[in-house]
């Protein structure tokens, strides 16, 4: 089949499609008018039930913090395909550390880049931390604070090389450390079996709304989290970079 | 008008279909997957949206207030992150498809 | 609907129909990045900070960089 029969046949299959699927949305309640019952008593019922006053994280973390372990589980599932794909092939070996760029000479890091680079790498940290601590009081969590962590590693690397980078770590305790996230949120949740609850039950004391120290097991698993996401993405992203920058064709 | 959200996420996920399935270069395609995803987040988002509603997000204004649904947005949060990292699982498989066969050609060779 | 949520929704979806129509990668992930930011103003203006943020980090730094490595890699090895 050649390519502009394949493409004929897309757009008669795809105008069919899309005249179905407007129609299935024309019997959707009009836009501004939601009418389910579960967000309603979540909104209502969440503040006074567990102590929290970011209902999204609530829902995410405490009432379906199952749906989140699996979401979790695919994130360490691909970031594990990653590194197994791009390991160093027979032909391809470690070479010098160093950006290049065929057929032109690299130019240097320019002095812009590395003051911005070191200037703004403190306050990405801490506040990737803030976003991850303060995931239960304010628009936020883990996977939001996590990656911004791992932006604020990756930061290092624009500002200098990949040497610097390699200074931070380690591969295998950033390993170590995505590993120590995801089984830290499975371990909160058998608290929650061995207080004699169910699995990933909120059963720690959920103190003041408002402060830092409420809603039970919610901080703790955000933390988890924050660890896995930030580690687990500067393994993915170094994993890229290891290809691109220090593996060599030996031909 | 009211359904102009719907028709968004509709032309969305149509146009990220077109360009994975007429592409010629992998990267296009994987590029082109992630605006078929966004198309679901668009969706989702629309339909849990209440109008003169605020975020459900009750640090300073009381839990009485009217807020938007909640439980699509924890959907759409974790997708977000968890589709970047499958599409990078898939530039690390384009990555290699390319050493083996030196071309990143979806086809095979030129039809 | 406000004007404000029907401009950002058009915006949205002249975004996508860019990226899908610029067939080279280097200039798409760089629209992959502004696309991810369009997403974030449509989700901010939907009630929805905690999606927004998510969309802009992963959007905006995440993907642009896996994408430019991974043809940085595929365009070194092509010449």
Known sequence: MTLRTRR???????????????WGFGGLPHF????????????????PERHITDVVTAVNFDYRGFDTLGEEFIFFAAVVGVTC???AQPD????????????????????????????????????GLYVIAHGHLTPGGGFQGGVILATGVLLIYLAGELDDLHGLYTVPALERAEALGAAAYIAIGLAGLLAGSAFLQNVWPLGRVGHLLSAGTVAPIDLAVGLEIGAGLVLL??????QTIVLRRTR | MTYLPYAVAAW???????????SRNMLHQIISLSVAQASTYVLLLSVGFRTHATAPVFGDVPPTRTAVDPVVQALSLTDVVVGATVTALLLAIAVQVHKRTGSLDPEGPAT | MTVLETISLLLVAAGG???????????????????????AILFFILQAPDVALSEIVVGAVAMPLMILVSLAKIRGGER
């Open chain 1, 92 to 127: 391809e070996a470690s070479g010098h550390i160093a950006d290049y760029a065929f057929g032109r000479a690299v130019p240097p890091t320019s002095d812009a880049v590395r003051v911005l680079g070191l200037g703004l790498t403190p306050p990405t940290v801490l506040f």
């Open chain 2, 12 to 22: 969305l996920f149509a146009v990220g279909l077109y360009g994975v399935v007429t």
């Open chain 1, 237 to 242: 992203l170094v994993t890229f970079l290891h």
């Open chain 1, 8 to 22: 004929a046949v897309f757009l008669l299959a795809a105008a069919v499609f899309t005249g179905l699927l407007l």
């Open chain 1, 85 to 87: 794909i791009l390991r």
């Open chain 1, 32 to 47: 501004g008018t939601f009418q389910g019952a579960y967000g309603v008593i979540l909104d209502h019922g969440a503040v």
């Open chain 3, 17 to 39: 129909t860019c990226v899908v129509a610029v067939r080279d990668p280097l200039r798409q992930a760089m629209l992959a990045g502004f696309f991810g930011i369009l997403l």
